[in-house]
């Protein structure tokens, strides 16, 4: 099952990276990463289904990176080229089969 705890954000220039991680055990239908920034809504960022298909968000399409490692049992979102406006709390979610899992998000700050 998955914990959805996030963890690896922290603090990063503009133009920086950041890699988060998350634990995510059993059989998914799908992952994704989900971010609550201050002065916007909770935006879907990014996800991998069980069939290896991915979506993005236009607003990260080509900078952020959705994978999973199945021997960690662990799900990953590299950052890169960040910008101040990816400054957010990302949440790890999980799907099995049709029901969501989520946990505890972890605040990447990006400073111009």
């Known amino acids: 099952m998955c914990s959805c705890q996030a963890s690896g954000g922290g603090l990063a220039q503009a133009g920086g990276s950041l890699r988060l991680s998350c634990a995510a055990s059993g059989s998914t239908n799908a992952i994704g990463w989900y971010r609550q920034a201050p002065e916007k809504g909770r935006e879907l960022v990014a996800t991998?289904?069980?069939?290896?298909?991915?979506y993005y968000a236009d607003s990260v399409k080509g900078r952020f990176t959705i994978s999973r490692d199945n021997a960690k049992n662990t799900v990953y979102l590299q950052m890169n080229s960040l910008k101040p406006e990816d400054t957010a709390v990302y949440y790890c979610t999980a799907w099995y089969g049709s029901t969501p899992h989520w946990g505890k998000g972890t605040l990447a700050t990006v400073s111009s």
């Open positions: 991998l289904s069980s069939n290896n298909s991915t």
